[in-house]
């Protein structure tokens, strides 16, 4: 009977620490999508003083980690929702997953004049969302076009 009942209790544990898992994954996703969406900066690799990871990339990563079919969705929200930065980023979300939808915004914003906030290394600057986007059309897996030299 002992037995029984410490295995009903294991039992009850690993749904609760499951479920408690999974949520805190979607409170994970739902802050990245927060942050992301008003993002002040748009950096990938080493950035700051320090040269650590942007917080952007790490919100960039947590959305991109996601299986496809729940990534896509929430890349093109934040495209739709987000400031320029945040739209940086889910293009190289979008472009990844699928070069259809990408081409299709891509034209849309070809000629755009609307402005970037970047960081390379420590240097602050701007850029173009349609240089940034023409970018990541020629090569979305490989960022080092963004990397500070």
Known sequence: MRLKQNGIIVAVWLLLATCSATAGAEDSVDAAMKRLAAIRVFAFGPAGLGGGTSQGELDFRTIAALPQE???????????????????????????????????????????????????????????????????QKDPENLKFFRAN
């Open 70 to 136: 729940h990534a896509l969705p929430l890349f093109l929200t934040l495209y739709s929702i987000g400031n320029t930065q945040a739209k940086s980023y889910a293009l190289i979300g979008i472009r990844r997953i699928s070069p259809s939808k990408f081409n299709e915004i891509y034209r849309s914003l070809s000629a755009s004049e609307e402005e970037v906030t970047t960081e390379r290394g420590c240097m602050v600057g701007s850029e173009k969302l349609s240089t940034i986007a023409r970018q990541i």
